[in-house]
């Protein structure tokens, strides 16, 4: 079993701070994907990485891929409210994706 | 921009009851994905087709759940009958064939509670 550990469970900031999420295992990945899930609607993709050490960004926010394609982290520069959500990493091999348990973002104005 | 539809959004239903949810991937997608998600966790599959095949379904709980995706199109996940324990989030997610194929991309889901 492929298991996926997001830290922290649970983040609360205000507008404007930076803030870090992680995905780690102790599993190999060949791609690994970040979602953000709104109250009551499905996840929406953020971005892919699938080379050890990959850095990509998306206007504020930075994924980077570990070395070794086992761990993650997403990087949000002067968090906004619209930030807001749960965070999710997905490790994905064969085809075959596995879900963290989400970190839970919220940014007061 | 195409998106996956899922029907009913949300469903109440009194246990030993029978309930279905219905799916239609983005036109195109080969791979489609059936998940649960309860409420604090991340999505957990239930099964997964290829076409009309299904590829992996070692965690959907047989004695009481089936999914069909007859013609390789839309797919339907059925619950007989349904438990307290069943209530949670149902989406549905479809990926493209190849290059590309590990990009999940979800529905709004159906939300299921069991009474």
């Known amino acids: 079993t492929q298991l996926l550990e997001q830290s922290p469970q649970f983040l609360s900031i205000q507008e404007g701070e930076n803030l870090t999420v992680y995905c780690n295992s102790s599993?190999?990945?060949?791609?690994l994907q970040w979602y953000r899930q709104e109250p009551g609607e499905g996840p929406v993709l953020l971005v892919t990485?699938?080379?050890?050490?990959e850095v990509k960004k998306l206007k504020r926010l930075t994924f980077q891929f570990g070395d070794a394609r086992k761990d993650s982290s997403l990087h949000i520069t002067a968090a906004q409210p619209g930030d807001t959500g749960l965070y999710l990493c997905?490790?994905?091999?064969?085809?075959?994706?596995?879900f963290g348990d989400g970190t839970t973002l919220t940014v007061k104005p | 921009e195409a998106e996956v539809a899922q029907s009913p959004r949300y469903k109440i239903t009194e246990k030993s009851q029978a309930v279905a949810f219905w799916c239609d991937p983005i036109s195109g997608h080969a791979t489609l994905y059936w998940y649960r998600q309860i409420l604090g966790q991340g999505p957990e599959l239930l099964v997964q087709f290829q076409d009309e095949s299904v590829v992996d379904d070692s965690q959907l709980p047989k004695d009481r759940f089936s999914a069909e995706r007859l013609k390789g199109v839309d797919s339907t996940l059925k619950i007989q009958p349904a438990e307290l324990g069943d209530s949670a989030m149902y989406l549905c997610?479809?990926?493209?064939?190849?290059?590309?194929?590990?990009?999940?991309?979800f529905g709004p889901g159906t939300r299921l509670t069991v009474t």
């Open positions: 599993s190999v990945f060949s791609s």
């Open positions: 990485v699938v080379t050890g050490g």
């Open positions: 997905a490790g994905t091999n064969a085809g075959k994706s596995t």
């Open positions: 997610a479809s990926s493209r064939r190849g290059a590309g194929s590990h990009e999940q991309y």
